[in-house]
């Protein structure tokens, strides 16, 4: 599907609640008119009683909002390529977190102040501003998390009651949620995916000449060189910034990380956001439809950690455990095409009534 069947819109908005001083960046994907037909209003036309569904998409660390864009381009292809829907996507939602992305440099100054990283409650702040916004145009709303996003997506539900969560199901792509144990035993052995993240993370070269030197670089190291090159190209235009930057404003010329190397370390040591989530997990799981998507490699999470995640004797009982062929855990960047499938068929399974048919992605 070509990127010009979509309506792309940017939207900046302030912040609100208990953090209004971090700003918020979204874009928000439509079909465009010529697929789905509008009405005279203006507004997009479906048929009567179909559900009318709205996506909200939140990336993992280090990454950005528009890294969804690929995934969102299969998702409305296959969703075009069903000739009777039971149910329409009417528009999806991604959002950088304060720290990536646009966000990053809207909070530029904001950040400087907060050297230690921002807590899960910061990190969840503009989902619950677009949640209370009135944007969303759809009658229920699917939450698709992927990684540190599955974390948000589980946590920010904490405080809602059970019969009046703000999503009608989840989505999760390889998420991360941990016990102690495993934290423990993967500390005393030194092998925690996360520890070696936040090494990675501190010490990796963070500046270059041009985006152009950039590309080379990324291009030639893992994870990036296995990345779909749409999402590849993507993250050259939206995950780097110019300088100067307010974390280096006495660099003039080329490109830094969006996201900082302080903010991207300190984004992997809040272990008890992983506790609290997989709690509140459990809890969801009793009251709607809960879905896991996994990528087919191990490698950068654990088995332990998908076994945690969707453990039945623990009351963590998905409705569905779905496998994206070559992929690992940064999914969405490795296998776009796969991610959208399996979540098509999730939402077929979901909102389709009697099932759904194959899809033509």
Not at 85 to 93: L, Q
């Amino acid at each position: 599907m070509k990127s010009s069947m979509l309506e792309e819109a940017d939207f900046v908005l302030p912040g609100a609640g208990d953090y209004p001083q971090l700003r918020c960046a979204f874009v928000r994907w439509r079909p465009r008119s010529t697929c789905v037909g509008r009405s005279t209003s203006g507004a997009h036309r479906y048929p009567e009683g179909t559900f009318r569904l709205s996506l909200i998409l939140l990336h993992c660390v280090g990454i950005h909002k528009e890294t969804w864009q690929p995934t969102i381009e299969h998702l409305f292809e296959a969703l075009r390529s069903e000739p009777d829907p039971r149910f329409a996507v009417v528009e999806a939602w991604a959002m950088d977190a304060p720290q990536h992305g646009h966000a990053a440099s809207l909070n530029a100054h904001v950040l400087l102040d907060l050297p230690d990283g921002l807590n899960m409650e910061q990190w969840n702040a503009p989902l619950k501003t677009l949640l209370a916004s009135g944007l969303i145009e759809g009658d229920r709303v699917v939450g698709v998390g992927h990684s540190a996003g599955a974390l948000s997506l589980i946590t920010t539900t904490i405080g809602y009651q059970l019969n009046c969560l703000p999503f009608s199901s989840v989505i999760m792509v390889e998420p991360p949620m941990m016990t102690p144990d495993i934290v423990k035993h993967g500390l005393e052995i030194g092998c925690l995916p996360m520890i070696r993240a936040i090494n990675f993370a501190k010490t990796r070269k963070d500046i270059w000449s041009s985006r152009d030197e950039a590309r080379a670089w990324f291009g030639t190291r893992s994870p990036w060189r296995r990345w779909d090159q749409r999402v590849f190209d993507l993250f050259v235009r939206h995950g780097l910034h110019d300088l100067p930057t307010a974390a280096y404003p006495e660099r003039h010329e080329g490109v830094t990380l969006a996201c900082t190397r302080a903010q991207d370390s300190a984004a992997y040591t809040r272990f008890e956001e992983c506790y609290r989530a997989l709690d509140r997990l459990t809890e969801l799981c009793a009251s709607l439809p809960v879905h896991a998507v996994l990528g087919d490699t191990l490698d950068m999470v654990p088995a332990a950690v998908h076994e945690v995640c969707v453990s039945e004797k623990d009351g963590r009982r998905m409705k569905s455990i779905r496998t994206v062929s070559g992929a690992g855990h940064l999914a969405v960047q490795d296998n776009p095409r796969g991610v959208a499938l399996e979540i098509w068929r999730i939402l077929e399974d979901d909102y389709g009534g009697q099932g759904g048919t194959a899809s033509k992605l």
